[in-house]
C-alpha cells in the first residue's frame, strides 16, 4: 500500500478556470482515492461501463480534459527540459491510459542505489497459471555465511501496494550484514515489467504464488525463511505463513510495518467507485493530486509531518515510478487476510506501527495485536491512543508490538535506524540468536576474514591528526576541518583501538561515519555515550554516483547542524550569548 500515487511526474494546473473546474470534481475523486489506497479487500470483478454511463461521463469530463491538455502538455515539456539541465534522476510514471511502458523500469534502475544495482537481477517466473517474464529481484548472501553456523535463514522483503525494493534500501543495507536476503520488485512495479496484463494476474493468490515460486529458487535446502512486509506486503506474508499457505512450514518469523487489519463497508463502497472510474479520470485525479511537488497531498499522505525535503523527494520519486494499470489491478484483487488467518500464523511476529501514519493507522496495528490476546474479544479498530509497545505470549506464537514515534507510512525511510534497532532486538531475542551483529563477532572471534591483512593494518596509523584545507593564499595557514581518519576499529583491540578506548582518548570526535559496506568487526554500540555512529555504505571499486557524493554532504551537514544547534540550546541555558553563533 506504501506509495500508491500511480500517476507520474508533478504537474501544477496553471490556468484558474481549470483549477476551479477541476476543484469542482476533486472532493468525491479524493475521497474515493484516498480510502482506496488505505484499503485492502477483494471484490467481484466489476463489470465494463454501459454505452449510456460512458458517454455521460466522457460529457461531464470534456472540459476539464479540454482546459487540462494545453497547460499539461507545455508543463511536461519544461520539466523535462529542466530535468535534463539538471541531471537528476527522476521516476518516468505514466501517461495516461498507458499500460505497456518500459521508461518506469529504466527509471527505477538508474535511481538505484550501488548496493541494489550490484547485487540485482531479472528473472522470468512461471507459475502455472501465469508467466511473469521480467521480475527483478535482489540477492545478496552474506559474505561470511561459510564461517558461521548453517541456520542463517532468508530474510525476503515484501513491498507494498504501489512500492518497490527502493523503500527498503536503508533496512536491506543493515541486514545485509546479518544474513541471506532477498527482495523482490513485484510484478509492474519498481524495476519489473508489467507483463502478463490480464487482471487475475495480480490478485492475492497470484501475488502469493509468484513470491512462493522465486522463494523456491533462492532458498537452500532446509534453509528457513523470514519475512518482512509493509502494508499490502504483510496480507501477502500473512496470507503465505499462516496455516495452510504456500510457505507456512518453512518461515522462522514475520515482521509486519504498517499491515492493514479490517476494512469498512463504507472503505469497501468507496474503493468500488475508484477502480470504476476510467484511468483517464483517474490520472486526471492524481495529476491534481500532486500539486504542491513535495509538499502535495500526494506526497505528505505518506510521510510524518515533520519528515525532511530528502524523505520527501524519495517519496515523491516513488509516486512517479508507480503505474495506474498495475496499482488498479493489485487494488481491485487484494484480499486482506482475517482473523482466523493472523491467528493461525505460529511463527514469532512483530508488529509496527507509526504514530503518524495516515494510511494504515496505529488502530489497525491495534486491532492485530489484541487478535491474539484471548482476553480481548474486539472486533473493530479502537480509537484509543494506542501503548508504544506490548507483547502478547499465546499458545501459537509470540507477537510483539511497537509504535515508532514522529514517522509516516513511509518509515523504511523516515526512521530507518530506530525501525532496524527495533527488527534486531526481536529477532535476535524471539527468532534466533545468531541475527545479531554482536552474536556473530563473538562467535567469529574476529578471525583474520575480518581484515584482509592484518600486517598491513597494524602498520596503518590509527587517528590522523585534524585534516587541514590548503588556503589559496600562500601567506595565510592552512584551515583545519572538522574531520580526523582513521583506520577500522576492531572490538577487542590489544593496543586500544576498540570503541570503547576510542571514545575515551578522543574526546573532540562526537561523530563516526563508517564509509565501508562491509560488517564492521566491532559493535557501535559499545561507543561511548558522548559518540553517534552513522552507517554511510559504499560499494567498494565502484565509483559513488552523485547522489551518493550528495547523499553524504547532506550527512554531514545535518551532523554540523544538529552540533550548532545542540551548541546553540546548551549557551542559552547557561545564558552565554556571547559565544553564540547566528
Known amino acids: 500500500m506504501a506509495s500508491k500515487d500511480p500517476l507520474s511526474g508533478q504537474h501544477a494546473l496553471h490556468s484558474s478556470s481549470t483549477s476551479a473546474l477541476t476543484a469542482g470534481i476533486s472532493d468525491s475523486l479524493y475521497t474515493a482515492y484516498a480510502a482506496a489506497e488505505s484499503t485492502l479487500v477483494h471484490f467481484t470483478p466489476i463489470q465494463h461501463f ?17 482546459a487540462c491538455c494545453g497547460a499539461l502538455g507545455k508543463h511536461r515539456r519544461t520539466e523535462r527540459d529542466g530535468r535534463r539541465g539538471e541531471g537528476t534522476e527522476h521516476g518516468g510514471g505514466v501517461d495516461s491510459g498507458s499500460c505497456s511502458r518500459t521508461s518506469a523500469s529504466s527509471d527505477a534502475v538508474s535511481a538505484d542505489p550501488s548496493l541494489l544495482k550490484k547485487h540485482s537481477q531479472t528473472i522470468s517466473v512461471s507459475t502455472g497459471d501465469y508467466t511473469y517474464p521480467g521480475i527483478r529481484i535482489f540477492y545478496r548472501a552474506h559474505p561470511k555465511a561459510s564461517v558461521l553456523p548453517p541456520r542463517l535463514p532468508l530474510v525476503v522483503f515484501l ?35 508489467f507483463s502478463p496484463k490480464d487482471w487475475n494476474a495480480y490478485t492475492t493468490t497470484a501475488l502469493c504464488s509468484v513470491v512462493a515460486k522465486i522463494v523456491e529458487e533462492f532458498r537452500e535446502e532446509n534453509q528457513q525463511v523470514l519475512l518482512i512486509g509493509h502494508s499490502m506486503g504483510c496480507a501477502l506474508g500473512a496470507t503465505l505463513i499462516t496455516k495452510g499457505g504456500l510457505m507456512e512450514g518453512i518461515c522462522a518469523g514475520f515482521i509486519a510495518i504498517s ?45 510524518g509531518e515533520h519528515a525532511s525535503e530528502q524523505v520527501r523527494r524519495m517519496q515523491l520519486h516513488f509516486n512517479e515510478q508507480s503505474r495506474t494499470p498495475v496499482w488498479r489491478r493489485m487494488a481491485r484483487g487484494l484480499r486482506l487476510p482475517t482473523r482466523e488467518d493472523w491467528i493461525g500464523i505460529r511463527q514469532p511476529i512483530l508488529l509496527l506501527g507509526s504514530t503518524e501514519d495516515k494510511v494504515t493507522t496505529v488502530g489497525e496495528v491495534d486491532l492485530i ?56 532486538e526481536f529477532l535476535s531475542k524471539h527468532v534466533d540468536e545468531v541475527l545479531s551483529l554482536g552474536w556473530q563477532l563473538l562467535y567469529l572471534k574476529e578471525d583474520k576474514w575480518l581484515l584482509k591483512n592484518l600486517e598491513k593494518w597494524n602498520r596503518i596509523q590509527a587517528v590522523s591528526p585534524r585534516i587541514v584545507k590548503k588556503s589559496k593564499d ?20 590489544s593496543n586500544g583501538h576498540n570503541p570503547i578506548e576510542f571514545s575515551r582518548t578522543w574526546t573532540d570526535v562526537c561523530d563516526v561515519i563508517d564509509i565501508s559496506h562491509e560488517q564492521p568487526p566491532y559493535d557501535p554500540e559499545t561507543f561511548g555515550a558522548g559518540v553517534k555512529y552513522h552507517k554511510y555504505a559504499t560499494v567498494s571499486k565502484i565509483p559513488p554516483t ?26 542559552i541555558r547557561r545564558r552565554d550569548f556571547s559565544s553564540l553563533r547566528l
Open 369 to 424: 495485536h489484541s487478535w491474539f490476546d484471548p482476553a480481548k474479544k474486539t472486533g473493530s479498530i479502537s480509537s484509543d491512543k494506542s501503548d508504544n509497545s506490548s507483547d502478547i505470549g499465546s499458545p501459537s506464537a509470540t507477537v510483539k508490538k511497537c509504535i515508532i514515534p514522529d514517522a509516516g507510512h513511509g518509515v523504511m525511510y523516515e526512521t530507518p535506524q530506530v525501525l532496524c534497532g527495533l527488527m534486531a
Open 159 to 193: 513491498h507494498g501496494l504501489g512500492g518497490q525494493v527502493q523503500q527498503f534500501q536503508h533496512v536491506i543495507d543493515y541486514f545485509v550484514h546479518i544474513s541471506h536476503v532477498l527482495a523482490i520488485d513485484l510484478p509492474g512495479c519498481g524495476a519489473s515489467e
Open 474 to 493: 600562500a601567506s595565510k595557514p592552512p584551515l583545519k576541518t572538522p574531520f580526523r581518519a582513521m583506520k577500522t576499529l576492531r572490538q577487542n583491540d
Open 546 to 571: 552523485l547522489d551518493e557524493v550528495a547523499g553524504f554532504i547532506k550527512l554531514v551537514d545535518s551532523i554540523h547542524f544538529e552540533y550548532d544547534l545542540n551548541t546553540a540550546i546548551s549557551l
Open 259 to 303: 499491515p492493514k487489519a479490517t476494512v469498512s463497508d463504507k472503505e469497501k463502497k468507496q474503493l468500488e467507485t475508484a477502480i470504476k472510474l476510467p484511468e483517464f479520470a483517474f490520472n486526471l485525479f492524481r495529476m491534481y493530486d500532486r500539486r504542491g511537488g513535495i509538499y502535495s497531498k500526494s506526497v505528505s499522505r505518506f510521510v
Open 50 to 66: 454501459g454505452r449510456t454511463e460512458m458517454v455521460a461521463t466522457l460529457c461531464g469530463a470534456a472540459a476539464l480534459i479540454f
